[in-house]
């Protein structure tokens, strides 16, 4: 079993920038993939960015140049840094944990992007 835990998420200005969190605990190492979503009120949840184990990174062409995953192994969390926000940046963001045996989800960090 994998538990994820997001943090950083808040009402941040257009144009700033918040960097999200997500902690991870468990059977760590069974982990190959690592993603972040977001779902905005009234829409499916979307893809944001990922990285792998071996550290190949991927994102949503609406975010490409903006925002950044990466990971700190040691700490067991991976990161998004989001900057130049926009108003449709708004959602609830998600991570996500894959491994060969299930999907993990967090609970979810608001990010609200208004001036």
């Known amino acids: 079993q994998v538990q994820l835990v997001e943090s950083g998420g808040g009402l941040v200005q257009p144009g700033g920038s918040l960097r999200l969190s997500c902690a991870a605990s468990?059977?760590?190492?069974?982990?190959?993939?690592w993603g972040w979503y977001r779902q905005a009120p009234g829409k499916q949840r979307e893809l944001v960015a990922t990285?792998?184990?071996?550290?190949?990174?991927s994102y949503a062409d609406s975010v490409k140049g903006r925002f950044t995953i990466s990971r700190d192994n040691a700490k067991n969390t991976v990161y998004l840094q989001m900057n130049s926000l926009k108003p449709e940046d708004t959602a609830v963001y998600y991570c996500?944990?894959?491994?060969?045996?299930?999907?993990?989800w967090g609970q979810g960090t608001q990010v609200t992007v208004s001036s």
């Open positions: 996500n944990a894959r491994t060969l045996a299930s999907n993990y």
């Open positions: 468990g059977t760590i190492f069974t982990i190959y993939g």
């Open positions: 990285i792998t184990s071996d550290g190949s990174t």
